[in-house]
């Protein structure tokens, strides 16, 4: 036998040599260290774990959990934004819609290919200007623009597109390939 085999002859009951594994050793769990981020309430934590438009709203006592859990249901199934379920199914108001998204404090990731963009939402930016940058306006709520974004992190284009409508901006994260759909087909509207 090799050095680097760890099997080893026993004689069971009957006086029959068999072979056995060692038992695996144990590795205990990895504890993060204090101060890497990952405790309740530390900074990084709070951008993972941010509350979810459902528990802000519920929290608001703007939706009942039964409707709330009833859009989820719904949500499953159709792949839409919960808060846009909430909006046209269950009476949920703008507002209270618009009040829920300014205290996410994550960036949400959207999926427009699930959903339509309201037309006036996406006049509301020229289409050189979102190809360029890779944006699409597609929802409005009273004095919020929600905007996707293939990278949200473009602050500058943040604050023109705020400049440009007047309208304080939520950011949503998609992927480019959505927005470039959306805004073909809001192009092959106006013509």
């Known amino acids: 036998m090799g050095g680097l085999e760890t099997k080893a002859l026993e004689t069971n009951q009957n006086g029959v040599n068999s072979t056995y ?3 695996p050793r144990r590795i205990p769990p990895v504890r993060p260290s ?9 900074p990084a934590s709070n951008k993972r774990d941010a509350d979810p438009i459902g528990k802000l709203l519920l929290q608001a006592k703007a939706v009942t959990r039964e409707n709330l ?3 989820l249901a719904a949500q499953r199934k159709s792949f839409l934004p919960i808060g846009r379920i909430l909006r046209d199914d269950y009476g949920l108001s703008a507002d209270a819609l618009a009040a829920a998204l300014k205290k996410q404090t994550n960036i949400p990731r959207v999926y427009l290919r699930f959903f339509p ?3 006036e939402a996406a006049a509301l930016l020229e289409a050189d200007f979102c190809r360029q940058h890779e944006a699409i306006a597609f929802e409005r709520l009273g004095k919020l623009l929600c905007v996707a974004l293939s990278n ?4 500058n284009v943040i604050r023109h597109i705020e400049n440009q409508t007047s309208l304080e901006v ?3 994260q998609a992927p480019w390939e959505d927005i470039q759909k959306k805004l073909s087909a809001s192009e092959g509207v106006k013509r």
């Open 170 to 172: 939520k950011v949503f």
């Open 34 to 42: 204090p101060g890497s981020g990952d405790e309740p309430g530390s």
């Open 117 to 119: 963009v309201q037309r």
């Open 69 to 71: 859990d009833a859009a």
């Open 21 to 23: 594994m060692p038992a």
């Open 152 to 155: 949200p992190s473009q602050r």
